[in-house]
């Protein structure tokens, strides 16, 4: 009887050992959360490690987290996944359904989201871009030569031009009609656009969604297409901009930095209490093992 005692109190001690030392290392990862100082000197191992070293913890997980989890290829595959998009469609179909009564106005809407002077600012803001725009690719377009050509083959057509043509050479009506044409552009082109997409704008501005749901049921499905489309070059187009100005890394970092000590403790211990759990466990099975082994010894 004595030499089973003898036999099992080795291993008895080995695992309570092991118990209590990965127990107590675990704990110094966190405890204590601050330095204990003796006078002037400062206890070793005061604060824990994770208390001590959490700024170095933080950069790294921030560093980690943007450049591996929250990336732009990451974030690019999910806004532009097939979920996103049924999710986008589902949205459009949600809204269509809930305002396709809804006698407001397109005008009313943007008030109500952005506030009357913003709106009035913004609509003409949109009406002096789409000019501009407009004006710009007119211009450049080469519609004066276009017409001109046309002018020039259609009076050849007439017979009193013909009898004439002698007098007066298809250069120069082309030329002159070139002329005039381009001239009509640069004196008029702007006043005239401006007044057109004025009164266009502000047709559709007071347009009911209701009407505007009616007029344009048909053409949902292309719409819907349309405003996926838009989104899809939204996002490839400024993804990386905007992942630059959030700066994920940085925001990581200065979250866990802005952290309490204990909250920070709680945080990770949430995490993964069974698998340090499972670690203090394992100490003592260590121990109770080389117990075991030194009986043999």
Not at 18 to 37: E, Q, S
Not at 40 to 46: C, E, G, I
Not at 158 to 164: G, L, P, S
Request: some cysteine.
């Amino acid at each position: 009887m004595q030499e089973v005692l003898h036999f099992c109190i080795g291993p008895l001690i080995g695992a309570i050992i092991g118990l209590i030392t990965n127990g107590i290392a675990i704990r110094m990862l966190f405890r204590p959360l601050y330095p204990v100082k003796i006078g002037r000197w400062t206890l070793p191992f005061t604060p824990g490690i994770i208390p001590k070293e959490k700024p170095r913890i933080a950069r790294a997980c921030g560093r980690t987290i943007g450049k591996y989890l929250v990336n732009e290829e990451a974030i690019g595959k999910t806004l532009l996944s097939d979920e996103t998009d049924i999710k986008l469609r589902d949205g459009i179909h949600r809204f269509l359904e809930k305002h396709h009564h809804d006698e407001s106005t397109i005008r009313d809407i943007l008030a109500s989201a952005m506030g009357e002077e913003k709106s009035r600012i913004a609509v003409i803001s949109v009406r002096d871009a789409l000019v501009t725009e407009i004006y710009k690719r007119i211009y450049q377009s080469d519609i004066d030569d276009i017409i001109a050509q046309k002018i020039v083959e259609e009076t050849q057509k007439v017979k009193a031009y013909q009898a004439m043509s002698f007098l007066v050479r298809p250069e120069m009506i082309y030329d002159k009609s070139r002329e005039i044409i381009r001239d009509f552009i640069e004196e008029n082109g702007v006043s005239i656009l401006n007044e057109t997409i004025t009164n266009e704008s502000e047709s559709l501005l007071n347009i009911t969604v209701s009407e505007l749901y009616e007029r344009f049921n048909a053409q949902f499905p292309a719409m819907e297409d349309a405003v996926i489309s838009a989104y899809h070059e939204i996002v490839r187009k400024y993804l990386s901009r905007a992942m630059k100005a959030l700066n994920i890394a940085k925001i990581v970092e200065d979250q866990i930095n802005s952290f309490d000590v204990l909250e920070a403790e709680n945080m990770i211990l949430g995490i993964v209490q069974k698998e340090l759990n499972a670690i203090v466990w394992f100490g003592g099975l260590l121990g109770l093992i080389m117990g075991f082994i030194m009986n043999f010894f």
